[in-house]
């Protein structure tokens, strides 16, 4: 379980980007931050693993309190958070094999990454990881090579080759058209799914988030507005998070003209896949 207690952080410039957050995500459950730009959510995700500092507040993962640990213990801690990122992170000129393969960094050690001396399990794992994810015949092909869609199912193999207990997931699909977008998402919950993983998403797509995530928190101005399940985002839940705008008109529209995607959502949600 992820805990986060107060959590809290003010940059130099004296901006406060979170505003005394507590939040517990249990083993297993999937749940999106939405909310305007600036609001917070890719700082709560960085003050998760320590890649932003707190300035207050306190992160527990299980037993583990991540705000107290030591550099050496942060390493070891990371290891069990998966990190799937908006750009990729991919390192252009290496194969998607080797990329997937870097998530092993924290525990094979720099040296024996950097000379790819990977131990056979290792490799194993992630020939299972790719095949899982849909990339099996794109093993040796290089990253720059990929599409945005390919890219990112190449970050979700590395993360999961960590054998994390979570995954933060920082905008996966902001660069993906939204066929790709749903695959992407529905692949994340899937593996969450099968792995028992708790997963924290920042998304920008509240319809994304409405189809696939079991719950949803709204942030603004570092402060949590909302937290409860898709079916409770309503227009006057919607101004509360990102200010006013006729969001009843806005539902009125895609309902009356994109009924075939409202039938296709209904019936995912009957298959348990949100």
């Known amino acids: 379980m992820l805990r986060i207690e107060g959590l809290t952080k003010r940059y130099r410039t004296g901006d406060l980007a979170l505003d005394k957050v507590d939040l517990e995500v249990p083993g297993g459950q999937v ?6 730009s600036g609001a ?5 995700i960085r003050c998760v ?3 932003v500092e707190p300035s207050a507040g306190r992160v527990r993962l299980g037993d583990t309190e991540i705000t107290g640990l030591s550099r050496r213990e942060l390493r070891r801690a ?8 908006q750009e990729f992170a991919l390192v252009e000129r290496l194969t998607v094999m080797e990329n997937v393969l870097s998530g092993q960094l924290g525990h094979v050690g720099f040296w024996r990454s950097y000379l790819r001396r990977f131990p056979q399990p ?40 960590q054998q994390p207990e979570i995954l933060l997931v920082d905008e996966p699909t902001a660069s ?4 790709t977008s749903r695959q992407i998402m529905r692949l994340i919950c899937e593996l969450c799914a099968e792995r028992h993983l708790a997963a924290v998403i920042n998304i920008h797509d509240v319809q994304l988030a409405q189809l696939f995530v079991q719950r949803v928190v709204g942030l603004r101005a570092g402060q949590v507005v909302f937290d409860g399940p898709p079916s409770g985002l309503n227009p006057e839940v919607l101004t509360r998070i990102y200010g006013e705008e006729d969001w009843t ?24 896949i949100v």
Not at 31 to 36: K, R, Y
Not at 78 to 85: H, P, T
Not at 176 to 179: E, H, N
């Open 176 to 179: 993906l058209d939204p066929k």
């Open 122 to 161: 290792a490799v194993d794992a992630a020939y299972q990881t790719l095949e899982r994810v849909g990339l099996a015949d794109q093993i040796d092909k290089r990253a720059d090579a990929l599409s945005g869609g390919q890219r990112q199912r190449v970050g979700i193999a590395r993360a999961l080759l």
């Open 78 to 85: 990371r290891r069990r958070m998966g990190m799937i990122f």
């Open 249 to 272: 008109t806005a539902a009125t529209r895609r309902k009356g003209t994109d009924g075939g995607d409202d039938d296709a959502l209904d019936e995912e949600r009957m298959a348990g």
């Open 40 to 44: 917070g959510k890719s700082t709560l």
């Open 31 to 36: 749940m999106a931050l939405i909310g305007p």
């Open 49 to 51: 693993n320590r890649l």
